[in-house]
């Protein structure tokens, strides 16, 4: 939610901004009447703002009447450092990784608390997936995202544990236990998750390190961790490989 944004000094940018931001993972198609309520502006200058962003692609309108984002603001944000640099030099590892295994992989980053997908490739196995590219999901419930999680700040850390929401009866809830998990993924060099994020899913995940940063998050997901030791090491090489890549 936008705040202040019909304040008396708000500028046309920042309403069209709050217009925008009122979209999220959970708000992905909103109505007029939600747009401005959740923009905290006046219907009529949410409608005329809006035919603004609909006319120049940030927005569109779908047949029932409600709205999404638009093309062309998805085209623009690939342009961001984030998301081009590192999906193109890790593009051919994890094409790799998925001939390899043939499971669903993930290219992730932190984007402050959360965990946000910046390539995917669908595996051929019929296993739930919730994650879409340029989707954001909780660090806590993903192994990608506890992967990140464990190399995070503490400030960060701490954000994540003092709000652990449950998305499955399976997410880990309890911070004494995510805490020895995250010690595991620093110590193990991996990350699982099983049934936490969506049923019928586990996951692996390995961090991509930049020197010694970790800049990044690879990971799989599998209807079983079965084979695990094998799938590390392909995960790891990939890893690696793009490590290298991004120099």
């Given at each position: 939610?936008?705040?202040?944004s019909?304040?008396?000094?708000?500028?046309?940018?920042?309403?069209?901004?709050?217009?925008?931001g009122?979209?999220?993972?959970?708000?992905?198609?909103?109505?007029?009447?939600?747009?401005?309520?959740?923009?905290?502006?006046?219907?009529?200058?949410?409608?005329?703002?809006?035919?603004?962003?609909?006319?120049?692609?940030a927005l569109?309108?779908?047949?029932?009447?409600?709205?999404?984002?638009?093309r062309?603001?998805?085209?623009?944000?690939?342009?961001?450092?984030?998301?081009t640099?590192?999906?193109?030099?890790?593009?051919?590892?994890?094409?790799?990784?998925?001939?390899?295994?043939?499971?669903?992989?993930h290219?992730?980053?932190?984007?402050?608390a959360?965990?946000?997908?910046v390539?995917?490739?669908?595996?051929?196995?019929?296993?739930?997936?919730?994650?879409?590219?340029?989707?954001?999901?909780?660090?806590?419930?993903?192994?990608v995202g506890?992967?990140l999680?464990?190399?995070?700040?503490?400030?960060?850390?701490?954000?994540?544990l003092?709000?652990?929401?449950?998305?499955t009866?399976y997410?880990?809830?309890?911070?004494?236990t995510?805490r020895?998990?995250?010690?595991?993924?620093?110590?193990?060099?991996y990350?699982?998750?099983?049934?936490?994020?969506?049923l019928?899913a586990?996951?692996?995940?390995?961090?991509?390190?930049?020197?010694?940063?970790?800049?990044?998050?690879?990971?799989?997901?599998?209807?079983?961790?079965?084979?695990?030791?094998?799938?590390v090491?392909?995960?790891?090489?990939?890893?690696?490989?793009?490590?290298?890549?991004?120099g």
């Amino acid at each position: 939610m936008a705040g202040n944004s019909s304040a008396p000094g708000a500028t046309v940018t920042s309403r069209a901004l709050a217009l925008l931001g009122a979209f999220d993972e959970r708000h992905r198609r909103l109505t007029l009447t939600e747009l401005a309520e959740r923009a905290e502006l006046p219907v009529p200058t949410a409608h005329r703002l809006v035919g603004e962003l609909v006319a120049w692609g940030a927005l569109a309108r779908a047949q029932d009447g409600a709205y999404v984002v638009g093309r062309r603001l998805w085209d623009i944000g690939l342009l961001a450092p984030v998301q081009t640099g590192l999906r193109e030099l890790a593009s051919p590892y994890l094409h790799d990784l998925y001939g390899a295994t043939l499971a669903t992989v993930h290219l992730a980053v932190r984007d402050g608390a959360e965990v946000l997908y910046v390539d995917r490739l669908a595996g051929h196995a019929s296993v739930p997936v919730v994650s879409s590219v340029g989707s954001r999901l909780p660090m806590h419930a993903t192994g990608v995202g506890k992967v990140l999680l464990a190399h995070a700040p503490a400030e960060v850390q701490h954000a994540v544990l003092s709000d652990l929401a449950r998305v499955t009866p399976y997410t880990v809830t309890q911070p004494g236990t995510l805490r020895r998990q995250l010690a595991r993924v620093q110590r193990d060099g991996y990350a699982t998750t099983t049934e936490e994020m969506s049923l019928g899913a586990c996951s692996l995940a390995v961090p991509i390190r930049r020197g010694p940063d970790v800049v990044a998050s690879l990971g799989l997901v599998l209807p079983s961790l079965k084979d695990r030791a094998k799938l590390v090491g392909a995960l790891q090489v990939a890893a690696r490989g793009i490590g290298r890549a991004l120099g």
